[in-house]
């Protein structure tokens, strides 16, 4: 499958806690992005980056929230001290080199639970 | 930024018949407009581009149009199937020169055999 993956598909935190997840963006495409969803509501952007620069980044993207794509390939999300509120659909997705309004391939997302 | 609105209620249509999707924004005018399907539990997959000069783009079953005097976007299933029953997403870029997309709440289609 070279499709876009992520890891790990479930997460169940308690408050307070540090977690991390990971993306594995289709091979060829350079622009990977994270989308928070919640239960109801369409994706929301996050951030955005460029092979390893990160270009954009929400307001909804708190201090205690941190995205890295270190060599330009896969890319983790952070989130510290984790809050009930963080409770959501993480997704990740990519698109093509030089084409910013092409299709996102979306991964099928980490499903983070706070309790 | 941009603000998306699409029908928040279910559609409930019959096996065979056309189903319509609406798609409004408010603010500026996209350069281009995408529709995504969503499973429960999964990513979304996207279906169609449209282009600010387009008026209709079709795939197959699936035809969207894109009015930009109206600020609206309508996504057509023919001779819909029960595998169509899925949550569909209308996506614009944000403006600005921002990258990304605005997502609507997306409409949750069932369509019953």
């Known amino acids: 499958d070279t499709g876009v993956s992520q890891d790990p598909r479930h997460k169940i935190t308690k408050r307070g806690q540090n977690v991390t997840f990971r993306c594995d963006p289709i091979?060829?495409?350079?622009?990977l992005y994270w989308y928070r969803q919640t239960l109801g509501q369409g994706p929301e952007f996050l951030t955005y980056?460029?092979?390893?620069?990160?270009?954009?980044k929400s307001r909804l993207l708190s201090d205690r929230f941190s995205a890295e794509r270190p060599k330009g390939s896969f890319s983790t999300l952070e989130i510290q001290r984790t809050e009930q509120g963080d409770s959501a659909m993480y997704l990740c997705?990519?698109?093509?080199?030089?084409?910013?309004?092409?299709?996102?391939?979306f991964g099928q997302g980490t499903r983070l639970t706070v309790v | 930024s941009q603000k998306i609105e699409q029908n928040s209620e279910a559609l409930n249509i019959q096996e065979g018949k056309t189903a319509t999707l609406t798609c409004n924004y408010t603010?500026?005018?996209?350069?281009?407009l995408q529709w995504y399907r969503q499973d429960p539990g999964r990513g979304p997959v996207f279906l169609l581009l449209?282009?600010?000069?387009?008026k209709e783009k079709r795939k197959e079953r699936l035809k969207v149009t894109f009015d930009t005097t109206l600020k609206q976007s309508l996504f057509h299933i023919t001779a819909s199937q029960p595998a169509d029953s899925a949550t569909y997403l209308c996506a614009l870029p944000p403006g600005g020169g921002a990258d990304g997309l605005t997502f609507g709440k997306g409409t949750h289609l069932i369509i019953q055999p």
């Open positions: 091979s060829e495409h350079n622009r």
């Open positions: 980056f460029q092979n390893e620069a990160q270009l954009e």
């Open positions: 997705a990519s698109s093509v080199n030089g084409a910013p309004n092409t299709e996102a391939f």
């Open positions: 603010n500026y005018s996209p350069a281009y």
């Open positions: 449209i282009r600010e000069n387009e």
